[in-house]
């Protein structure tokens, strides 16, 4: 539920901030944050997804663990964000957009000192969605305070850097009244061990934000801020429909991690975990296609509504992203992070040349077409590896949730021809999918009780 309100305030100051700035200067905010990612993804270098899974399997090693990360995110956020303002200084953009990148970019040290993985390796999930809560509280207070109109972006940037040290200043004493203080540690051995480990899962981060990114990237240099503004809400709305995926995938990652060795649990787990993330990823992404020009002037108002076609697009993205979640972090966390890093690769690969042969062409749809295709390679690859794996895919389920999304927004579309009223519409729909799915056993409610009686 913290995780949920979270969202919700984040969700509110999109709305806002895309109103007040309007597309050219939400298409600044949005070429920044993917311009900054990779700098980012230079400090975290793999650590984060490696310290949660050795954590979870043993929580004697936690301090030995934070102490050589810091250390090593410390120095590389030095060396990383005074490389970053060389290249903000070298390339061919406006004055304001250097700035908004430079004071973006100092996000990398708050990033450095983040222990939000050794709360997910110990399941101590709370702690991360309540500092998820006071950060979007935060940037939601700061920008209906400072940011009115378009000349008002660099006060956005300012009060997103501000929460997010906040955050990590509030994790940092938790984790000190915890387990006690970080020290600076060089154990070089340990490093050597930690970046042989980590580093497939770096590259894999890379080749990730390479097809989640790059396309903003490079639209940011090709086209105007006004296409990158409307580019980027779409994209939002996708990186929306990706959070229950990511809520799904930290809650159950530390008991898939403890299950290698254990062919029967990992199995059972795995049950639960593929049918949850195909009900919700199908749910969301033919509601997305179905209802994306009432979601766009929701959210972001009718000035945004060129980005109607690319928002559908991007939601048949969203169906392969969820697969691609089911398929491949569960290699992560039974220690195939080469096997993983090679199949997002290929994806990464296939962006570029993608988006480089589509964007100056077709512009934010090609953007959006490339992502799609980008997507699919990595399907082919994470299923192969996951079948290797664990001898099945779970196809059943896939397809017969396929079927009942097919007819509950089939349902949906057919009644908007009718103009009814749109949350009725989404209420039926979602009732005819929910029944659907218990009527064809794709879960079950005696399950759900035991769940609940547990959880309880």
């Known amino acids: 539920m913290a995780e949920v309100i979270s969202k919700a305030i984040g969700l509110i100051t999109t709305a806002y901030l895309a109103r007040a700035i309007q597309p050219e200067g939400f298409g600044i905010i949005g070429f ?14 793999g650590f984060d997804a490696l310290g949660t899974r050795e954590i979870a399997r043993d929580r004697e090693v936690i301090r030995k663990y934070v102490n050589n990360i810091v250390t090593i995110r410390l120095i590389l956020a030095v060396f990383g964000y005074a490389t970053f303002l060389i290249v903000v200084m070298m390339i061919d953009k406006t004055s304001l957009i250097k700035t908004v990148l430079m004071v973006m970019g100092l996000g990398i040290f708050a990033n450095a000192f983040l222990l939000n993985w050794v709360f997910q390796g110990i399941e101590k999930m709370e702690v991360i969605a309540l500092r998820q809560i006071l950060t979007s509280f935060l940037i939601l207070i700061g920008v209906v305070l400072l940011v009115h109109d378009y000349n008002d972006v660099i006060w956005f940037v300012l009060v997103s850097v501000f929460a997010s040290t906040i955050n990590t200043v509030w994790m940092l004493k938790l984790y000190i009244r915890s387990f006690g203080k ?37 639209l940011g240099f090709l ?3 006004h296409e990158v503004g409307l580019y980027n809400a779409a994209y939002k ?58 979601m766009i002037v929701v959210i972001f108002g009718a000035s945004y509504l060129e980005s109607d076609l690319v928002l559908k697009i991007l939601m048949v993205n969203l169906v392969f992203v969820y697969i691609n979640i089911t398929y491949g972090n569960p290699l ?25 042969m589509l964007i100056p062409a077709y512009g934010m749809a090609g953007a959006a077409v490339a992502t799609v295709l980008s997507e699919v390679i990595v399907l082919c690859g994470l299923s192969y590896l996951h079948y290797l794996t664990i001898k099945t895919l779970y196809l059943l389920n896939l397809v017969k949730i396929i079927g009942i999304s097919a007819v509950s927004f089939g349902f949906a579309s057919y009644m908007i021809q009718y103009n009814l009223n749109i949350l009725l519409n989404l209420l039926l729909t979602g009732l005819l999918f929910a029944m659907l799915n218990f009527l064809f056993r794709t879960i079950q409610l005696r399950e759900i009780k035991g769940h609940l009686r547990s959880n309880i």
């Open 223 to 225: 086209k105007t801020e």
């Open 182 to 218: 970080i020290k600076l540690s060089f154990d070089t051995v340990f490093w050597r061990w930690m970046l042989r480990a980590a580093l497939p899962m770096a590259f894999s981060s890379f080749m990730t934000a390479i097809y989640y990114n790059l396309d903003i990237v490079m």
């Open 332 to 356: 992560l966390a039974w220690n195939k992070q080469k096997t993983y890093m090679y199949a997002i690769s290929l994806g990464g690969v296939g962006n570029i040349i993608l988006n480089m």
């Open 32 to 45: 920044a944050s993917s311009f900054v990612a990779y700098f980012t993804l230079l400090v975290n270098l």
């Open 237 to 294: 709305i996708l990186l929306m429909g990706i959070i229950p995926a990511n809520i799904i995938c930290k809650a159950f990652f530390p008991q898939i991690a403890r299950s290698l060795n254990d062919k029967a649990k990992m199995i059972s787990l795995m049950k639960k975990y593929s049918v949850l993330m195909f009900i919700v990823g199908f749910f969301l992404a033919s509601g997305g296609i179905t209802f994306a020009k009432d």
